[in-house]
């Protein structure tokens, strides 16, 4: 299992562009780190920097980051919009795949000793790797800011850092290391330059204040644009989601005669962020799919391109597929295709509840019809990976038969290896014709619950799943055939079997 974790250090430069070229430059310095994005706020005057790989490698390039921006910043002659106690201000460490927050609980401690012991900057931990409950929130371990900080180290034992001496490295501050879910960094620009209103809306929305769970926010004044912004923090989008915090911005930002006149995403944001808030209009400017941290990392580490553009044609998506299909190669075949019939009857039937949930007719079925949502979604996920699946167990069988038989041993082995990867390419496809089948019956439920302009949809969502079931027990079928194991055969035939009965049943599709 790859072990991935993200982190996202800010630095206090937002002026500069050669500054911060030379910080991601060190930081770009360490095999298997890749930076991902970088973000520049010259009203804050700070960047934001985004990389993921391995975690070792990952805090090795952190930290020459810091060793950088201790090189070229200082703090002394640092003005912005944005609190800040460093040079470096904060390094947090995110948990992405085969890494626990424990893990980076650990990381952040043994990356704060390092900063100490090669750059003399005294660390506070914070988050997950607070080592003090008052040091939780970054909001208390910067309040002062630097120059606030730096008198009260001198007479406050309690403002005391948890790594190195009590007292702020001359030009580089402190360093705020730590481990937290994943953060969205999200601002909502408003039609006004008074802050006081901006500060009024972050004071009503967010949690310290009484307002929403998992929200951090405040006033900032963009001089540059002669606005005001609300800047806002999320720490957990699951428990509280973009779209939520955007409409109470709206809701307070009308009590004082101004409106929102759009947002922006600082940084990456997840996919899944997206995808609760499709149902609102967030006002995003200038966004892409580039932004999407699955894709960025996706990219970095496939070398997969991305196609960035926002106002490309359907057919522009679906084309690249479409020509893989029709290439004269034997994947991706008929069982990628299949799976990719069922992703699209899913997908379908997420716009079928969606849209139903909207709508004050179908008030009494949101609940259901959201946990249908949910469902539908895991559905299409799943047997979108499964299109690679199968092209891959396919080519595994292909480079089966290419393997040598010229003595008996060989011979031996490249028959065992063709039995096993046609097993891979049977029981890939019958995964596609167990999801589809259930898929099919979940489809079904739903027909009483959503809109009655929704049927027509729901009758397409359908077809689709049985053409994906009826298709991926023809790829089952086909390679049973070469498959010398009769008990395997006659097991995988009886699962044939009770799958084409449960598709009979389920497979009635009304007409809208």
Same mark, same amino acid.
Request: proline residues 4%; aromatic residues 4%; hydrophobic residues 45%.
């Given at each position: 299992?790859?072990?991935?974790?993200?982190? =996202?250090?800010?630095?206090?430069?937002?002026?500069?562009?050669?500054?911060?070229?030379?910080?991601?430059?060190?930081?770009? %310095?360490?095999?298997?780190?890749? =930076?991902?994005d970088r973000e520049m706020d010259a009203d804050h005057n700070r960047s934001v920097v985004t990389l993921a790989g391995e975690p070792e490698a990952v805090a090795e390039a952190a930290l020459r980051g810091v060793g950088k921006?201790?090189?070229?910043?200082?703090?002394?002659?640092?003005?912005?919009?944005?609190?800040?106690? #460093?040079?470096?201000?904060? *390094?947090?460490?995110? @948990?992405?795949?085969?890494?626990?927050?424990?893990?980076?609980?650990?990381?952040?401690? +043994?990356?704060?000793?390092?900063?100490?012991?090669?750059?003399?900057?005294?660390?506070?931990?914070?988050?997950?790797?607070?080592?003090? @409950?008052?040091? *939780?929130?970054?909001?208390?371990?910067?309040?002062?800011?630097?120059?606030?900080?730096?008198?009260?180290?001198?007479?406050?034992?309690?403002?005391?850092?948890?790594?190195?001496? @009590?007292?702020?490295? @001359?030009?580089?501050?402190?360093?705020?290391?730590?481990?937290?879910?994943?953060?969205?960094?999200?601002?909502?620009?408003?039609? $006004?330059?008074?802050?006081?209103?901006?500060?009024?809306?972050?004071?009503?929305?967010?949690?310290?204040?009484?307002? !929403?769970?998992?929200?951090?926010?405040?006033?900032?004044?963009?001089?540059?644009?002669?606005?005001?912004?609300?800047?806002?923090?999320?720490?957990?989008?699951?428990? $509280?989601?973009?779209?939520?915090?955007?409409?109470?911005?709206?809701?307070?930002?009308?009590?004082?005669?101004?409106?929102?006149?759009? %947002?922006?995403?600082?940084? !990456?944001?997840?996919? &899944?962020?997206?995808?609760? $808030?499709?149902?609102?209009?967030?006002?995003?400017?200038?966004?892409?799919?580039?932004?999407?941290?699955?894709?960025?990392?996706?990219?970095a580490l496939g070398g997969v391109p991305l196609d960035t553009g926002k106002d490309g044609k359907l057919a522009s998506l679906a084309r690249p597929f479409l020509d893989a299909v029709a290439a004269p190669t034997a994947t991706?075949?008929?069982?990628?295709?299949?799976?990719?019939? #069922?992703?699209?009857?899913?997908? !379908?039937?997420?716009?079928?509840?969606?849209?139903?949930? &909207?709508?004050?007719?179908?008030?009494?079925?949101?609940?259901?019809?959201?946990?249908?949502?949910?469902?539908?979604?895991?559905?299409?996920?799943?047997?979108?990976?499964?299109?690679?699946?199968? /092209?891959?167990?396919?080519?595994?069988?292909?480079?089966?038969? &290419?393997?040598?038989?010229?003595?008996?041993?060989? $011979?031996?082995?490249?028959?065992?290896?063709?039995?096993?990867?046609?097993?891979?390419?049977?029981?890939?496809?019958?995964? =596609?014709?167990?999801?589809?089948?259930?898929?099919?019956?979940?489809?079904?439920?739903?027909?009483?619950?959503?809109? /009655?302009?929704? &049927?027509?949809?729901?009758?397409?969502?359908?077809?689709?799943? *049985?053409?994906?079931?009826?298709?991926?027990?023809?790829?089952?079928?086909?390679?049973?055939? #070469?498959?010398?194991?009769?008990?395997?055969?006659?097991?995988?035939?009886?699962?044939?079997?009770?799958? +084409?009965?449960?598709?009979?049943?389920?497979?009635?599709?009304?007409?809208?």
């Amino acid at each position: 299992m790859k072990r991935l974790i993200e982190c =996202v250090p800010n630095f206090s430069e937002g002026r500069d562009a050669a500054k911060v070229d030379a910080i991601v430059s060190a930081i770009s %310095s360490v095999a298997g780190v890749y =930076v991902l994005d970088r973000e520049m706020d010259a009203d804050h005057n700070r960047s934001v920097v985004t990389l993921a790989g391995e975690p070792e490698a990952v805090a090795e390039a952190a930290l020459r980051g810091v060793g950088k921006a201790m090189e070229l910043l200082d703090l002394t002659k640092h003005t912005g919009a944005h609190p800040r106690v #460093g040079a470096t201000d904060v *390094v947090p460490f995110i @948990p992405i795949e085969g890494v626990s927050i424990e893990d980076c609980v650990a990381l952040a401690h +043994r990356t704060g000793h390092e900063i100490w012991s090669r750059y003399r900057i005294p660390v506070f931990f914070y988050e997950a790797a607070a080592k003090r @409950p008052d040091r *939780v929130n970054l909001e208390n371990v910067r309040r002062g800011q630097f120059e606030g900080l730096r008198e009260e180290m001198k007479h406050n034992h309690e403002r005391q850092p948890d790594v190195g001496e @009590p007292k702020l490295h @001359p030009t580089a501050g402190v360093t705020v290391v730590g481990a937290r879910k994943f953060l969205i960094a999200y601002n909502v620009n408003l039609n $006004t330059a008074d802050v006081g209103i901006a500060n009024k809306i972050a004071k009503a929305i967010r949690f310290s204040s009484g307002g !929403l769970r998992y929200v951090k926010s405040m006033g900032v004044e963009l001089r540059a644009r002669n606005l005001a912004q609300v800047s806002i923090n999320l720490t957990d989008f699951e428990q $509280t989601p973009m779209h939520r915090v955007y409409e109470m911005v709206k809701r307070e930002a009308e009590r004082y005669g101004a409106v929102p006149i759009g %947002s922006e995403i600082v940084g !990456l944001i997840p996919k &899944k962020a997206i995808e609760m $808030t499709a149902d609102f209009f967030l006002q995003l400017e200038s966004f892409s799919p580039a932004q999407v941290f699955e894709n960025k990392l996706a990219d970095a580490l496939g070398g997969v391109p991305l196609d960035t553009g926002k106002d490309g044609k359907l057919a522009s998506l679906a084309r690249p597929f479409l020509d893989a299909v029709a290439a004269p190669t034997a994947t991706p075949g008929g069982g990628s295709v299949s799976a990719f019939a #069922g992703a699209m009857a899913a997908a !379908l039937g997420q716009m079928v509840a969606g849209l139903s949930r &909207k709508k004050k007719s179908q008030a009494a079925h949101v609940e259901q019809l959201s946990m249908e949502l949910d469902a539908l979604r895991r559905d299409s996920d799943e047997l979108a990976a499964a299109i690679d699946r199968d /092209a891959a167990s396919y080519d595994a069988v292909m480079a089966a038969f &290419k393997l040598p038989q010229g003595n008996a041993d060989e $011979t031996r082995q490249r028959e065992a290896a063709i039995q096993a990867a046609t097993r891979g390419a049977s029981e890939v496809p019958l995964g =596609v014709a167990e999801r589809t089948v259930a898929l099919l019956e979940r489809l079904g439920q739903l027909d009483a619950i959503v809109a /009655a302009s929704m &049927k027509s949809d729901l009758v397409v969502a359908r077809g689709m799943a *049985v053409a994906a079931a009826q298709g991926a027990l023809a790829n089952v079928e086909i390679n049973l055939d #070469g498959i010398s194991d009769s008990a395997y055969v006659a097991q995988m035939r009886a699962k044939i079997a009770a799958l +084409r009965e449960l598709l009979g049943n389920a497979s009635h599709i009304t007409t809208a």
